[in-house]
């Protein structure tokens, strides 16, 4: 079995996402059971449905549209349930990779139980390839990557007010 290595894409500029679900479809396309949780994350994304059709696993959603700076407390506890309950589903699925995207904030904001969250990459399968994403991830996600990459922003459209994209930004 060959080993399975852990990657962080992180900072503050656009790609990290998208760079992990490319990864995603080249696991797909060579037979491998990708398992994606998103976190924070529940709009639709028009990667989503290409994934699934793949046959990739993902769990996604939390309580309503808000960001969870915008959350009452009853939106937060729910969220952080939806949280620990998509990742615990995803530790079921013996993944040959797992993606935790926006594991960072989840981590960061509250919304994800730490030691949970630590374990399915400390402790992850031999074999698996784990996938990271965020913006400001911990120091024992630094210290675990195999592969970090820091994505950062030089310059972006919505600085002259061009609003996100579908098919391009979502």
Sequence with gaps: MEKGLIHLYWGDGKGKTTAAMGVAMRGLVAGKKVVIVQFLK?????????LQQLGAVIYRGKAGEKFVFQMTEEEKCETRRIQNEHL???LK???DMLILDEACAA????MVEPDL??????????GQELILTGRTP????LEAADYSTEMHCWRHPYEKGIA??????Y
């Design 42 to 50: 529940g709009a639709p994304s028009g990667e989503i449905t290409l």
């Design 88 to 90: 615990h589903q995803a």
């Design 93 to 95: 699925e013996n993944a």
């Design 107 to 110: 981590l960061q904001l509250g």
């Design 117 to 126: 969250l630590q374990k399915a990459v400390l402790q992850k399968p031999e």
């Design 138 to 141: 911990a120091d024992w996600m």
């Design 164 to 169: 996100a994209r579908k098919g391009v930004e």
